[in-house]
């Protein structure tokens, strides 16, 4: 399989002292922040490890997360669109999207976009975390969202997720940034990180505590950490820039990856961007539209 062979280790890594990074779904929540944020700190020894409250199902909530940044930081120098859900039940975010299509997907285009002044005073990463579920030519509706009948689990994470939607943004802004002469300055890229032992099984097994669970994750062939080594290799490596790697999709560990046709389609990722927008347009007070 493609983890067995690592083209980036955590040795790799360089010096980031004085780096500025956001990381989405660092946590299952805001009662596990503190312990998270502590450990980082007890691990590495740098103090400068804080948590502000977002909730991906709020787009109210993603403005409010970055306002709250841009109102202590006049730097982001790598942003990692991480967190995610999988084959949840049909449900509604609270702006009325479907929430693997609101927090896998919209939820990361609005705050990428309320953050970008800060990441193209440059230099700077931006990690779209994708699936390998992306591989696969899903229905590309994007009319239908919405429409509980036409749902299914295991394809609205693999569309949103892709999840397809992460890697046609990945392309379409990478785009728009070599369009403003801005892509020495951004680097935008997408991951799948691995088949990984985590809680985003929670909807499909009855408990995390269950023997579903502990079967599932027996099996699973990569640790947490394993499982981070491509989304920090896209957000520190200093090949990203060295190779001007950009707008591309890669799989563990920093090997390019496959594309289903969906994914690499121009027309989709226009589609998808002007689709958003309309969105946030429509639910975001204020949204005036993308400042690229």
């Not at 046709?261 to 689709?275: G, P, R, T, V, Y």
């Amino acid at each position: 399989m493609f983890w067995n062979n690592k083209h980036f280790e955590l040795k790799d890594i360089p010096d980031l002292t004085g780096k500025m990074a956001i990381v989405t779904g660092a946590n299952a929540g805001a009662i596990k922040a503190r312990p998270v944020v502590d450990e980082i700190i007890h691990t590495t020894g740098n103090n400068n490890v804080s948590f502000l409250p977002l909730d991906l199902l709020s787009l109210a909530s993603v403005k409010a997360f970055a306002d709250a940044y841009k109102a202590k930081h006049s730097e982001l120098h790598v942003l990692m669109n991480n967190a995610g859900i999988m084959a949840a039940p049909f449900g509604l975010s609270n702006d009325g999207i479907e929430q693997h299509f609101a927090v896998n997907h919209v939820a990361h285009f609005y705050l990428t976009m309320k953050l970008l002044p800060l990441l193209t005073t440059g230099p700077s990463r931006i990690v779209n975390v994708s699936a390998a579920a992306s591989l696969v030519n899903w229905s590309w509706r994007l009319d239908r969202i919405n429409d509980p009948s036409y749902y299914n689990r295991v394809g609205r994470y693999a569309l949103s997720k892709v999840r397809t939607a992460n890697i046609l943004f990945t392309r379409e802004l990478a785009k728009r940034l070599e369009q403003k002469g801005l892509d020495h300055v951004v680097h935008v890229n997408s991951c799948h990180p691995g088949i990984i032992r985590t809680n985003l099984i929670r909807h499909i097994v009855p408990s995390l505590d269950s023997m579903q669970a502990s079967v599932i994750h027996a099996v699973l062939p990569m640790s947490e950490n394993e499982g981070a080594l491509t989304q920090l290799y896209l957000a520190t490596a200093s090949e990203i820039v060295d190779k001007h790697i950009q707008g591309q999709y890669v799989v563990p560990f920093g090997k390019p990856g496959c594309l289903s046709h969906i994914a690499k389609s121009d027309k989709c990722a226009d589609e998808l961007w002007n689709h958003t927008e309309a969105l946030l347009i429509q639910k975001a007070p204020g949204y005036a539209g993308a400042p690229i």
